[in-house]
């Protein structure tokens, strides 16, 4: 069983930045592909970005050009940059990892989601 841990979450202004982290299971991380997704009260989960075992990165449309993904495997986290926050960013974000690897990515893991609040 693979345990995905998010941290980072919080309460932040309009135009603001967070920055959340996943810490992720040692030895296998850096094979697998990571993701990033959101789920936003009565709302479907959509993706936000994912990145490969070999750091290629997609974004939604909605959030290229704010924010970044990135994974530093010597520490086993992937993490999401979120500059320029908006209120629709409201939601929980949820990390999830392939441990396959594939790319496009089949999500096989969730974490349980850090919270993620923009007043306006």
């Known amino acids: 069983q693979v345990q995905l841990v998010e941290s980072g979450g919080g309460l932040v202004q309009t135009g603001g930045s967070l920055r959340l982290s996943c810490a992720g299971p040692g030895r296998t991380f850096s094979t697998y592909a990571m993701g990033w997704f959101r789920q936003a009260p009565g709302k479907e989960r959509d993706f936000v970005a994912a990145i490969s075992w070999t750091s290629t990165a997609y974004y939604a449309d909605s959030v290229k050009g704010r924010f970044t993904i990135s994974r530093d495997n010597a520490k086993n986290t992937v993490y999401l940059q979120m500059n320029s926050l908006k209120p629709e960013d409201t939601a929980v974000y949820l990390c999830?990892?392939?441990?396959?690897?594939?790319?496009?990515?089949?999500?096989?893991?969730w974490g349980q989601g850090t919270q993620v609040t923009v007043s306006s």
């Open positions: 999830a990892a392939d441990s396959l690897g594939r790319w496009p990515p089949k999500y096989d893991y």
